[in-house]
């Protein structure tokens, strides 16, 4: 079993859709959560830390799932500019394959 | 200010040359850390530097040479390479090692390497 394990997408959505991606990890120890986008032929650039208790940033909500090992991220009001790979990362170095995003007009 | 400087942006070299990628940040982090990224993966980790410290390194081979001559700057070196090594060299720095709250990574630009 992979440390951390996406789902490799595609998700094609229309503008304006809600989309949520899980990302599962195996060490039931692990400490500290993010989800990163990366555009093509780009970094990748910190979206969000993940805490315990959630966290929400404008139409960007992270959960974490300690019982069942999962991280989730929801995008809320899909916008074209939201599609890009989202890369899972646990304890700050295991990185998940990543999700592809494309939102359609 | 979250950035993270690398150059150059692209590199072209061929198998026996030497070549150094850089790496600079002054946002006073303690980690810096080196990634490799080839199409359609994740960054691969190969080196992590804490303290100006080499404290991971990830069975990279020794063709690829890191140094860290401040808490500012990495570099990379490298020496016969091979084609295969072509990929998108990413450097990151985050506070602090550790991996907790509030301690993320911030990546740069990447090189872009082509060995030919």
């Known amino acids: 079993r992979k440390e951390v394990e996406q789902d490799p997408g595609p998700f094609n959505v229309p503008e304006g859709a809600t989309v949520a991606f899980n990302c599962t990890y195996s060490n039931s120890a692990s400490q500290s959560f993010f989800w990163y986008r990366q555009d093509c032929r780009k970094e990748p650039k910190l979206l969000m830390s993940v805490y315990s208790s959630g966290n929400e940033d404008g139409r960007f909500t992270a959960q974490l799932n300690r019982a069942s090992q999962y991280i989730s991220l929801l995008i809320r009001d899909s916008k074209l500019s939201d599609s890009a790979t989202y890369l899972c990362?646990?304890?700050?170095?295991?990185f998940g394959a990543g999700t592809i995003l494309r939102v359609k007009s | 200010d979250t950035e993270v400087t690398q150059t150059p942006k692209h590199l072209v070299m061929g198998m026996t040359n030497k070549k150094s990628l850089k790496c600079e940040q002054h946002m006073g982090h303690r980690a810096m850390y080196w990634y490799k990224q080839k199409a359609k993966k994740p960054p691969e980790l190969m080196f992590v530097y804490s303290y100006e410290k080499l404290s991971i390194n990830e069975s990279v081979p020794s063709r690829f040479s890191p140094e860290c001559p401040n808490s500012s700057l990495l570099n990379l070196h490298l020496h016969a390479l091979q084609p295969e090594d072509s990929a998108l060299y990413l450097c990151?720095?985050?506070?602090?090692?550790?991996?907790?709250?509030?301690?993320?990574?911030?990546f740069g630009p990447g090189t872009r390497l082509t060995v030919t």
């Open positions: 990362v646990v304890n700050l170095l295991v």
């Open positions: 990151a720095s985050s506070p602090n090692e550790g991996g907790r709250r509030g301690y993320e990574q911030y």
